[in-house]
């Protein structure tokens, strides 16, 4: 029998197709799951930060009201990082109706110092005047206003006015405030002024001599030149003070007293021999009395133009050895 494979003279039998195997992928199977898993790298790297912002946000408010204090840093950088995405969700949780999420949107303003800002102002004063919130978020509130009120007129009177009221967590925040300069530094002397001539209650006299030491120690520490102008009204402010009958406020302007030292003291010395308060006046002739160790016959109740006339004679003095 001849075999017809071996046949040459056979004809030629056509070969069919063969079956695609169906474990063998095509070239378009094995190329979508690269597509694929390319797509997620990228979503991943360009929208997880994204997606996780709302659980990022809302761990870092928790921490901030947390007794580890490295955990509130590290929250109070994470709304840093956030901030535009933080602001808008803080001016919603402050105007909440939940206490709580208010305590913690105001923890937040404050750690982003963005109590000065008109929206979040308004709603840090009215929080801080209401007699009805809880203790702790009044506290927060004024706390606020008390870092505010060294930039901010518009947080600086409502400070005042809980102070003078005798809140204690207002005083405190006055007794720690020392603007360096206006809008706030002119009205903050006035008010002090006024409580300490004889209107306000001791405990609001010591915060406005605290607050006072502050301003002062800041004219004081200017460079070298002669103090600026706001030093000789705090002088003439804690001079008036320590003729005041209760021991504390007495004490809080005697180290106010004590803070001008050296050159310092006898530049306030020569100023004050012209101010037209006479106990500062005093004051001032003892001090470059004592620093001189003699006198030039200057008399604080001679006539405005004795006084100034003798108050030249004092320009040249220096310091005995």
């Not at 040459?8 to 039998?13: K, L, M, S």
């Not at 946000?57 to 901030?83: P, V, W």
């Not at 518009?154 to 300069?181: F, R, V, Y």
Request: proline residues 8%; neutral net charge.
């Amino acid at each position: 029998m001849t075999e017809i494979a071996n046949d040459e003279n056979a004809p030629a039998v056509p070969s069919l197709p063969r079956r695609a195997s169906r474990s063998a992928p095509s070239s378009g199977g094995k190329a979508a799951p690269i597509l694929l898993g390319v797509v997620a790298v990228a979503l991943l790297a360009g929208g997880a930060g994204m997606a996780w912002r709302p659980l990022k946000f809302s761990g870092a408010l928790d921490a901030l009201g947390g007794e580890d204090a490295n955990a509130r840093k590290q929250a109070a950088q994470a709304l840093a990082d956030m901030k535009e995405y933080a602001t808008p969700r803080l001016h919603t949780l402050c105007t909440s109706t939940s206490a709580p999420q208010r305590l913690k949107a105001l923890r937040a303003v404050r750690a982003l110092a963005l109590t000065g800002e008109a929206d979040f102002l308004k709603t840090v004063v009215e929080t801080a005047s209401a007699p009805k919130e809880s203790p702790a978020l009044r506290a927060e509130a004024i706390s606020g206003l008390g870092e505010a009120a060294a930039q901010s007129p518009e947080a600086l009177q409502p400070l005042l006015d809980l102070a003078e009221k005798g809140n204690p967590d207002a005083l405190e925040a006055l007794a720690d405030l020392s603007p360096s300069k206006d809008p706030c530094l002119k009205p903050l002397l006035e008010r002090a002024q006024k409580s300490l001539e004889g209107s306000g209650s001791p405990r609001t006299k010591a915060a406005y001599l605290r607050s006072l030491q502050g301003i002062l120690a800041a004219c004081l520490g200017a460079g070298e030149s002669a103090p600026a102008a706001p030093a000789s009204q705090v002088l003439q402010a804690g001079l008036n003070a320590s003729l005041d009958p209760d021991p504390v406020v007495r004490a809080e302007a005697e180290r106010l007293l004590k803070l001008p030292q050296g050159a310092k003291r006898m530049a306030l010395a020569q100023e004050g021999l012209n101010s037209p308060d006479a106990w500062t006046r005093v004051w001032s002739e003892a001090v470059l009395r004592e620093a001189t160790g003699r006198g030039v016959g200057y008399d604080p109740f001679a006539p405005e133009a004795d006084r100034r006339a003798a108050a030249e004679r004092w320009k040249d003095a220096k310091p005995r050895s």
